[in-house]
């Protein structure tokens, strides 16, 4: 059993920048792959970037340069640093991971852009 809980989100004017994090108990996640997810309003969840559990960094095509993702496994804890933001990034972020094939979400946190 795992818990993910995010923080960080809130309201911010376009190019500024914000620092979600997602703290996770229950289980050491050091060994695997963690992401971040999105989801608009009206639109389906899509996946923001992922750090496998060596370090290597995926981002989609949207957030590349602007976003990064990081962990720190002494704290059991995941980070997404959002420069540059855009009103397209609002949206509600999500951590997750995948255990012995169970996804387990935190609640999210809601981060809001205005232009």
């Known amino acids: 059993q795992v818990q993910l809980v995010e923080s960080g989100g809130g309201l911010v004017q376009a190019g500024g920048s914000l620092r979600l994090s997602c703290a996770a108990s229950?289980?050491?996640?050091?060994?695997?792959?963690m992401e971040w997810h999105r989801q608009a309003p009206g639109k389906e969840r899509e996946v923001v970037t992922e750090?496998?559990?060596?370090?290597?960094?995926v981002y989609a095509e949207s957030v590349e340069g602007r976003f990064t993702v990081s962990r720190d496994n002494a704290k059991n804890t995941l980070y997404l640093q959002m420069n540059s933001l855009k009103p397209e990034d609002t949206a509600i972020y999500y951590c997750?991971?995948?255990?012995?094939?169970?996804?387990?979400w935190g609640q999210g946190t809601q981060v809001t852009v205005s232009s």
């Open positions: 997750t991971v995948t255990l012995s094939g169970t996804p387990y």
């Open positions: 229950g289980r050491v996640l050091s060994t695997y792959t």
């Open positions: 750090i496998h559990w060596a370090g290597r960094r």
